[in-house]
T-cell receptor, first 116, second 108 residues
């Protein structure tokens, strides 16, 4: 079974631009979560989508948004990029939601975003 | 208080040593615990998961959960240089909660 795929793998943008990242979950998985990982902060939860509905949201500004499509693929958008948005953005998929019994997450390789 | 707190390390051990990685958690409402391994510039890879308390063994790796002390541990026996990575503990809940990671270096 193919794993979680993320595109693009690397991205360089300038301040003020916007960016869209894409994630394809493992086949059959309906939950997709997004995380931001930086050396100082570790993994920080952005949001979780399940069956096209945002189920949970972390403590990030409204510049960070996401959506999930009917085939469970998900996109994350960051508008008005700031230097501090430079990070590894990770997508993770799970068969069920985070509070459900027996569900764990499987991560993609991440998109490394650099904001200049 | 964070849902999951992890010893930050870094940890450096000689090849063949037994490694102990530790986390604590605060909310007992959800009981699935996970360990991930992350190599530099890669996404985290699920190593093991356990439910509730007790031990789970997989090769050289043993995951242990102590509900009474809210303690999560990962033991690595006969550590190898290829085990050098950052290890993240996690648990489920309203979202998945992750520790900040412990960097491990196994010296040949």
């Amino acid at each position: 079974k193919a794993g979680v795929t993320q595109t693009p793998r690397y991205l360089i943008k300038t301040r003020g631009q916007q960016v869209t990242l894409s994630c394809s979950p493992i086949s059959g998985h309906r939950s997709v979560s997004w995380y931001q990982q930086t050396p100082g902060q570790g993994l920080q939860f952005l949001f979780e989508y399940f069956s096209e509905t945002q189920r949970n949201k972390g403590n990030f500004p409204g510049r960070f948004s996401g959506r999930q499509f009917s085939n469970s693929r998900s996109e994350m958008n960051v508008s008005t990029l700031e230097l501090g948005d430079s990070a590894l953005y990770l997508c993770a998929s799970s068969p069920g939601t985070s509070g459900g019994a027996g569900y764990t997450q499987y991560f993609g390789p991440g998109t490394r975003l650099t904001v200049l | 208080q964070k849902e999951v707190e992890q010893d930050p390390g870094p940890l450096s051990v000689p090849e063949g040593a037994i490694v102990s990685l530790n986390c604590t958690y605060s909310n007992s409402a959800f009981q699935y615990f996970m360990w991930y391994r992350q190599y530099s510039r890669k996404g985290p890879e699920l190593l093991m998961y356990t439910y509730s308390s007790g031990n789970k063994e997989d090769g050289r790796f043993t995951a242990q959960v102590d509900k009474s002390s809210k303690y999560i541990s990962l033991f690595i026996r006969d550590s190898q240089p290829s085990d050098s990575a950052t290890y993240l503990c996690a648990k489920n809940g309203n979202q998945f909660y992750f520790g900040t990671g412990t960097s491990l270096t196994v010296i040949p």
